[in-house]
C-alpha cells in the first residue's frame, strides 16, 4: 500500500437519507476520492425505526449519486447485524473508519460494530462527533455514550462545546477541534430578486431566514417574538421560517396570530430538497440561528458558502464561526436582544457584511478539513 494513499470506510448516515449530516459524509468522500484514496460509505438499510423518527421521511428525494460506493448493511435494532458488519469490516482490514456520532441511540450498534473491526489489530477509528451530549436529553444517554467511545482512537469535534461535553465523560485520548467546513455543493448564489420571485415572497421587504428542522431546542419561538418589536415592524422586514416541523406546528402559528405579525412571518413547512437550498438562501439577507442550545450547525456554513450573513445567539459553539459586527451579530438567547441584534444587521446593511464573509471562507475548506483528519491519523500511527 501507498503510504498517502489509504483505505477508508466512513460508517454514518449516506445517501439515500438525507439531512446535513448525511450531506457531509457525501461530500467529505467525494474529497477524499480526489485525494486518491480508497472510500466506501457504509451506512443503515435501517436507520431508526419509524416510531422514532418524528419527520415525514428519513430519505432523500435527489437521484442515486454515481460516484460513490455506498453500502447499506448496517440495522441499529439487530444486534446480529452489528456483529456481522464488525466482522465484515475486521476483515476488509481498512487503514482508518471515520464514523459519524450525534445521538446516543446509535451507541450500542456503532460501538459494537467498531470493537468488533479494531480486533484485525490494524484498524484505527476517528469519530467525528456532532454531538456528545444531545439536545433533548433521556435517560441512559451517558452510559450509552461512554460505551461508544470505549471503540474510539481519536475524536474530531466542530466546536469547543463538543471539545467540553467529551471531556466530560472522561475521553482524555486525542481530540482534534476542526471547523465545519462549507457547504459548497447546493449550488451557486443567485439573483436575489428572481430567488425571492420563486420562494413567492416580496421583493421590496428585508427577508430573515430561519432555515432547518424545527425542534424545541432551536427558539423559533424567541424569534418569532422579536418579530413583534415594534422597530421591526416600522422596517417592513419578514421573517421566512424555512424547514419541516419536528414538533407541533400549532404552537407557532398560534404564537403568530397572538403577536399579530401574520404579515411578517411565512412558513414553508417542508423539508427544502437540495436542489431548492440556492433560491432561500439567494433570497435572504440574514440568516437567523435563535438557538437555546446548540453545539454547532451545518447551516452556519451553509450561509457562508452563499456569503449571506447570520445572526445567531450565544449558545454553545454557534459564535466560533460568526465574527460579531463584521460576518454577522451575535445576541444573547432571548428575545429582547435578538430583537436588537436584528435593528443592528438592518442599521448597517447587508453589503456591509459581505466582504468580510468572503475573507473568511477559506479557512473552512474541505481540502483542509481532510487533511487534518488525515495527519491526525498519521499521528495515531506513530503512537502504536
Known amino acids: ?159 469547543e462545546q463538543v471539545k467540553l461535553d467529551l471531556r466530560s465523560l472522561g475521553f482524555d485520548k486525542k481530540t482534534l477541534l476542526l471547523p465545519h467546513p462549507l457547504f459548497d455543493h447546493f449550488g451557486t448564489q443567485l439573483d436575489q430578486k428572481m430567488a425571492k420571485t420563486d420562494l413567492h415572497v416580496p421583493e421590496d421587504r428585508p427577508l430573515l431566514l430561519f432555515f432547518g428542522l424545527i425542534r424545541p431546542y432551536k427558539g423559533l419561538d424567541l424569534l418569532i417574538h422579536a418579530m413583534s418589536d415594534e422597530r421591526i415592524r416600522k422596517t417592513g422586514a419578514m421573517l421566512l421560517v424555512a424547514g419541516e416541523f419536528y414538533e407541533n406546528k400549532e404552537k407557532y402559528t398560534q404564537l403568530v396570530q397572538e403577536l399579530n405579525v401574520e404579515g411578517s412571518v411565512i412558513f414553508h413547512d417542508e423539508f427544502i430538497p437540495e436542489d431548492k437550498i440556492q433560491f432561500y438562501f439567494s433570497a435572504a439577507d440574514v440568516l437567523v440561528q435563535p438557538y437555546k442550545t446548540a453545539t454547532q450547525s451545518g447551516v452556519t456554513p451553509l450561509a457562508m458558502h452563499f456569503n449571506l450573513p447570520m445572526i445567531v445567539t450565544q449558545a454553545g459553539g454557534l459564535k466560533e464561526m460568526v465574527v460579531d459586527g463584521e460576518t454577522g451579530v451575535v445576541t444573547e438567547i432571548n428575545a429582547d436582544s435578538l430583537a436588537n441584534g436584528i435593528m443592528r444587521f438592518l442599521d448597517k446593511g447587508k453589503q456591509a457584511f459581505v466582504a468580510p464573509i468572503e475573507l473568511r471562507k477559506t479557512h473552512y475548506s474541505w481540502k483542509v478539513f481532510m487533511e487534518s483528519l488525515l495527519q491526525d491519523y498519521k499521528g495515531l500511527l506513530s503512537n502504536t
Open 1 to 159: 500500500m501507498n503510504q498517502d494513499r489509504y483505505n477508508i470506510v466512513l460508517l454514518g448516515p449516506s445517501y439515500p437519507y438525507r439531512g446535513g449530516i448525511a450531506s457531509f459524509t457525501d461530500r467529505l468522500a467525494r474529497e477524499f476520492n480526489a485525494a486518491g484514496h480508497q472510500t466506501l460509505l457504509c451506512t443503515f438499510k435501517l436507520q431508526y425505526p419509524s416510531f422514532l423518527f418524528p419527520g415525514k421521511t428519513q430519505y432523500s428525494s435527489a437521484a442515486s449519486p454515481q460516484d460513490l460506493n455506498i453500502k447499506r448493511w448496517v440495522n441499529t435494532i439487530n444486534p446480529f447485524n452489528w456483529i456481522r458488519i464488525g466482522r465484515r469490516i475486521r476483515d476488509m482490514q481498512p487503514d482508518l473508519i471515520v464514523v459519524r456520532y450525534w445521538m446516543p441511540f446509535l451507541a450500542p450498534a456503532m460501538g459494537t460494530i467498531l470493537k468488533l473491526a479494531r480486533y484485525n489489530q490494524h484498524t484505527k477509528v476517528i469519530c467525528i462527533a456532532d454531538n456528545i451530549i444531545p439536545h433533548e436529553k433521556r435517560l441512559g444517554d451517558k452510559l450509552l455514550t461512554a460505551f461508544f467511545i470505549k471503540s474510539i482512537d481519536a475524536f474530531v469535534v466542530m466546536s
